[in-house]
């Protein structure tokens, strides 16, 4: 039977080991299960699901093991753990004990992250004889946002349209929301942002929050909790209001009334995520109020309820002297401990937006009082879109494992990281977050790139504990998406852990950003025109007949100084700037040598030429697994393979023939120069 990509990573195959299979099954002989709760059902039916692909068996659920072993029992218990490990109350622990496999957890939702960890050691096709794992989510609200819009069209979506049908709803369901579901939470994802952030008002009135109803009913026994974008003048367009302005008493009393509204209809709300002041959308700056004002109005009108708001930090002023780089710390910074305790400030990896390779934000380490959530791109915005294979958990990690030295000199190294401060170890954040941009659409494959579907998996499985591996996590989805074949294995998680770097050298090397106009995929590095000038291609890459990049130390736009002076000394000398960031912080002269013995004309060809060949590699490296993974599967990435090496020629040459006529070099040999 072909693979369509439908089950993602739970497929459930028959194991085809049938010794394995018999030793899984003798401990798999049942499924014990004392309440009967909607999540725990969902666990246990899970279970049951998994098993019988896995092992080609059914397995009851029962209500109580009556002292029988060689199953699987379901404790939720407030009782320590065996052997005095802690659990939060997300978290769970599998252990072998008497011949039972016992998940034990705080809360049902930990059953259920718990069963869906025992599926993934079968699917891994790990030992289960000493089964002992522990693990609890580093971050509270791990959650998807969907860029998702009434119309069924989604903002930087390329699988299709929206998974949501609005019109549809509440009335139909399909059958999908309870796949996405069980995909998230097999993930340990707990929270979805269900619409746009550049969101329509129509969300904030009764007809769609019965929509969004409906889909939190799907998503409820599974832990997942549902929240709204809001559009900050709301009240203006559906509430009648003749003012957005936070402090006035009017368009407070219209909030507390809609998020009493909303708690009506959905009990478990999980809360506001808002875009305000930010490209162009309303908020609290048009009234001369700031961020704080704005997000502490909706915390109050939130106080009575368990949710959270949640204000993102991404903003930027049209303004051809300033460095957009700077903005978010700028306009955040002053307002630290003036957050309401119910706020989260959701700050992007770096510091402009997504770009294949950014520097981590400077906000991150920065905010002290006020707890930052993360905010990943999932979606390829600026990787390539559908057709270009990235795996991005390696972006991900890079700015997770960032030491932003908050702790001073002298501090051991990685004392001060990224994660730390988003785990709220640092800086004693009462909440946490983290938020991945959804990759999701309607394509029945979900992702639209099949391999796509990894980055919604990595995403996931970081957001729960970020320390784990670039690769483990690459070889575990290998594993229970693509094939067991050690070799093949290898080849992939190899082939995937490449995969961002060959992308940044065709695309963006040594630190270029954003060299595109409009849709933000076909380069235009010449790109001058704009209704603003941040929004044009040479505002980034500066370049001219000096040289390239954008000066941001004390020289030129002194971004830096928002960093710690340990890691101002990393960047801010472009003798030792390491190459992946020497253009976002210096402007070089197109014959200074870099650290490879190069001229920067000749590294930078050198990445171009080299990137857009080794997506042959790529190619080669995906053909020699062609007999070990489903055909439809292989032959549908070959195609975006194919795809995607022709448009890493466009790259590589619309960058190095624009470059070009600035530094009035050759093509270095044995690069030729294109046709
Ligand atoms: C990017 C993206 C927009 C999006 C914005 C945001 O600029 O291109 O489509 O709205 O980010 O994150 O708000």
Redesign the pocket.
Known sequence: QADDGYRLWLKYDLIKDAAKRDSYARSAQFIAVSSNGPILKSAAEELQTGLQGLLGKSVPVITNSNGKTGGITLSVTDAPTADGQSLNNEGYQIAKRQNTIVITSKSDAGALYGAFAFLRHLQTLQSIDAISVTSSPKVKYRMLNH?DNVNGTI??GYAGGSLWKWYELPETIDPRYKDYARANASLGINGTVVNN??ASARFMTNEYLQKVAALAKVFRPYGIRVYLSVYWAAPKTVGGLKTADPLDPEVRKWWTDKVKEIYQAIPDFGGLLV?AN??GEPGPQDYNRTHADGANMLAEAMKPYDGVVIW?A?VYKADPKADRFKAAYEEFTPLDGQFNKKVIVQV?NGPI??QPREPFSPLFGNMLQTPLGMEFQITQ?YLGFATHWVYEAPLFKECLDSDTYVKGKGSPSGAATVAKVVDGSLHGYPITAMAGVANTGSDRNWTGHPMAQANWYAFGRLAWDHTLSAEAIANEWVNMTLTHEPQAVKRITDLMLRSRDIYVDYNTPLGLSRPWAGV?FAPEPWQSKSPRPDWTAVYYHRADSAGVGFDRTATGSNALAQYRPEVQRQWSNAETCPLPYLLWFHHVPWTKKVSTGRTLWDELCTRFYTGADSVTWMQQQWAQVKPVVDPEIHADVTGRLANQHKEALWWRDAWVLYLQEYAKQPIPAPFKKPE
């Open positions: 860029w903002e930087r952030v550049n875009k930010s490209e993102r991404f992007k937006d997504f915005e933000h």
